[in-house]
């Protein structure tokens, strides 16, 4: 009878001490939850940086950088909802004269640009073929564990030799650049004698997003 | 018992917000679990009552050009990602591939990006003022040459896709319902500010449309083909296929269809029985459609919460198969098995090769796997396999499938199994968990997880939604 207590007890502490650990690896499954809040991709450290679309880096040359064109394109000034007939008319001359002034002095830079590059590729590639027959020469004449640290002063010398040139110092390119920048200049002031300050206020309305309310 | 019925549920809220969204951050997922699967759908199917105003705050702060064609996607792609009325943006998704309209003819950013804003205005509306508002939208008419349908020398364009794509489907109306809808729709133009109704171009003769008879004009139109059986029909498939099955029994269709009638047209309704039936609780449901590229690109942004959306997001998005606000064909997406063809495919693993090797933040270690196992304690191989399959894939995955990523976990980087306890360095977080937040040293660690990691995210369930 004491033997058949004794089982009964060590069923009941052996089902407690079951139930138990059940209830423990449950808790422990759930902290562990991929889905809990923090237990995704470093939540704390994507919640203290504001959320922001990266945009699209410019022209990384510098003579890109200084061509590039603050006035509104023709598709722009069209959607200008109070232009009336006649300034569209307007509108439309007078890019036609712009676009094929620029298309005129784009013409021009190009090969000026394409000329430049083509300079610098072989003022590079001279300073290389001069760079290797020196080195030619005295590695005829040194040891190779002398040449090599030879070399490695040399080639830091050498580099800091070599300065390309600056597109931007260059004069051809330079004047032609101006004119450019001198002729976007015009348009915009003769622009501005069509289309109203409010209604290139309006463009910048809906380039920031207003909607007409018929969309809201 | 009650533990099994909550993962259960908890389950079918996180398949909710995947379809009914883009996936979600533990922040957003919280909430919902809390409240339950019908008061989630409710929330979800009513996103008015869902307070936006952190979401316009940051649009503010971005300064969009909206006259850019990169920049009116950039402006969507981050809607989706940081919005809390998911369902609104993923509806807007919906009806932009239904009315599918693309800036490659329009040529008016400004125009698509307004068209997107009206659709998102009556995408849980009433029918048929979504259709009217699409027919008289300004970069609709471009795309569709309503501009040119004139009194004398109709335009068949627009009439013709209204009814084959728009309502009811192809089957449903003869060549002269065609001519005689064109008819209707003469006159209706665009502006910079909007629709134009050019009276002196309108065909103002009788027309005989689907078997009415009347002088009708494009809203007439309209009204009669929003009434047709066929259209609730056509609808009701096609927001089935987007949302719950590709090939649904006709009885789930009928019951959608009849939604439609009864709710006198409302998308809303549509949608929400389509979310509450059987049908989409179901396990034949869970795991059985394609995910967009917007689902993939957005549902795995959410995943690493990653703050910042790449400007190259877009075209990589593109290069998937899904270039926002240029769809294809009129026809839209077709979607599907599409989204997962051979030439595509490959652009799906370049994105999570690009994610897990973190080139999508500044946030230094944003998607630390290695940290996660630390901060969870996590003490084997398999434990860890086991977290990151259960975070990306709920667990679907092959036992074989399973087995392997735990090899390749084990094993050291030239495949060569590890002996316990192991002694070489990818072990140290399995066996000494290391203090919450602070990064392990060790580079293998570092590379094994985060292979583990791409591997599951190249798995074919995690191209399923």
Known sequence: ?????????????????????????????????????????????????????????????????????????????????????????????????????????????????????????????????????????????????????????????????????????????????????????????????VVSPTQMLELEQLRRGKVPAYAQ | MPNKNKNKNDQQIRHLLNRAGFGFTPEELAPYLEMGYSSALEQLTSPSSTDNSALDHMLAEQSFDFTNPDDIKRWWLFRMMFTRRPLEEKMTLFWHGHFATSDNKVRNPYAMYVQNCTIRKHAFGKFDDLLLAMSKDPAMIEWLDNQQNRKNKPNENYAREVMELFTMGIGNYTEQDVKEGARAFTGWQAKPDGFFFNSGQHDKGSKTFLGQTGNFNGEDIVNILANQKATGHYLAGKLIRFFALYNPSNSFVDEIAGVYKKSDHNIGAMVSAIFASRNFTSTACFHSLIKSPCEYVIGMLKTFQVSQVDAEVPRLMAAMGQNLFNPPSVKGWDGGENWIASDVMMERFNFATRMISQKFDYLEKYSSPAKIAAEQGLTSAAETVDYFLSLLVENDAPPAVRERLIKYVSSDMTGKPMTMPMTNPITMPMTKPLASGKLPEDKVLDARLRGLVHLIMTLPTYQLN
Do not use: W
């Not at chain 1, 959607?79 to 009336?84: F, H, T």
């Open chain 1, 1 to 193: 009878m004491s033997k058949l207590v004794a089982l009964l007890l060590l069923i009941i502490c052996l089902s407690a001490y079951g139930q138990g650990e059940a209830l423990a690896k449950s808790i422990s499954v759930h902290s562990r939850s991929p889905f809990a809040v923090g237990n995704f991709f470093s939540a704390s450290a994507a919640a203290a940086v504001k959320p922001s679309v990266e945009k699209r880096p410019g022209p990384k040359d510098v003579i890109g950088q200084q061509l590039v064109d603050a006035n509104p394109t023709l598709e722009q000034v069209r959607l200008i909802p109070s232009l009336d007939g006649p300034q569209r008319k307007q509108v439309n001359e007078l890019f036609n004269v712009y676009r094929s002034d620029l298309k005129l002095l784009n013409e021009q830079l190009r090969p000026l640009r394409e000329e430049f590059k083509a300079r610098l590729k072989s003022e590079k590639e001279k300073f290389d073929k001069e760079k290797q027959d020196r080195d030619k020469l005295a590695k005829e004449k040194l040891s190779q564990e002398k040449l090599a640290k030879e070399k490695q002063e040399q080639t830091k010398a050498e580099l800091a030799k070599f300065v390309p040139a600056k597109e931007e110092e260059d004069a051809a390119i330079i004047a032609v650049v101006a004119k450019i920048k001198e002729r976007q200049n015009q348009f915009t002031q003769a622009l501005s004698k």
